[in-house]
T-cell receptor
């Protein structure tokens, strides 16, 4: 399968614990996005990388959230001191683009986080 | 700020019925518009997109959408739905120089055989 992959697919954690998710984009894609989706809502943008540079962050991304893409390939999203409100599906997407917004975003299967 | 409104949260149709799902967006500049679909147990996938040119765009599986700039709308249509179209449909907008998608809340479509 050459699509976007995410690991783990499910994560259950206790409030206050730290969690880290990984996203592997489609290999030739230079852009990588993180979104969060809660029940009954559409995905909400969190952050976006072009190669290894984090170019945009949503105000939804509090200080407890950090994302990295160290070598311009895979990305990690870490949530520190998780809260029950962090329970959601975390989606990763990737696309190819040199300039401007064009380029279809391909989504991964998501990581479902449950904070007890 | 950009926003997307989907009017129908839950639609139930019989097979062969025609489908129209409403989508309105709020943004004053140039926009790129998308419809994504999520079949049960699957990833979000692109159904169709509008960047420029002909405002009537055709997508996969017989779906089409019409961009009406004066109404800030991008409604999704299909003349005859099938049971396999049962899914959740999301309208999304990407405005200006940003690369982020702004999604609507989605419409859950159930097609009865």
């Amino acid at each position: 399968d050459t699509g976007v992959s995410q690991d783990p697919r499910h994560k259950i954690t206790k409030r206050g614990q730290n969690v880290t998710f990984r996203c592997d984009p489609i290999s030739e894609h230079n852009r990588l996005y993180w979104y969060r989706q809660t029940l009954g809502q559409g995905p909400e943008f969190l952050t976006y990388f072009q190669n290894e540079a984090q170019l945009e962050k949503s105000r939804l991304l509090s200080d407890r959230f950090s994302a990295e893409r160290p070598k311009g390939s895979f990305s990690t999203l870490e949530i520190q001191r998780t809260e029950q409100g962090d329970s959601a599906m975390y989606l990763c997407a990737s696309s190819f683009g040199l300039a401007g917004p064009l380029g279809e975003q391909f989504f991964g299967p998501g990581t479902r986080l449950t904070v007890l | 700020a950009q926003s997307v409104s989907q009017h129908n949260h839950h639609v139930i149709l019989s097979e062969a019925a025609s489908l129209e799902l409403g989508c309105n967006y709020s943004y004053g500049g140039t926009v790129n518009l998308f419809w994504y679909v999520q079949y049960p147990g699957q990833h979000l996938q692109l159904l169709l997109k509008y960047f420029s040119g002909d405002p009537l765009v055709k997508g996969i599986k017989g779906f089409e959408a019409e961009f009406i700039k004066s109404k800030f709308s991008f409604n999704l249509r299909k003349p005859s739905v099938q049971w396999s179209d049962t899914a959740e449909y999301f309208c999304a907008v990407m405005g200006g120089a940003t690369n982020k998608l702004i999604f609507g809340t989605g419409t859950l479509l159930a097609v009865q055989p």
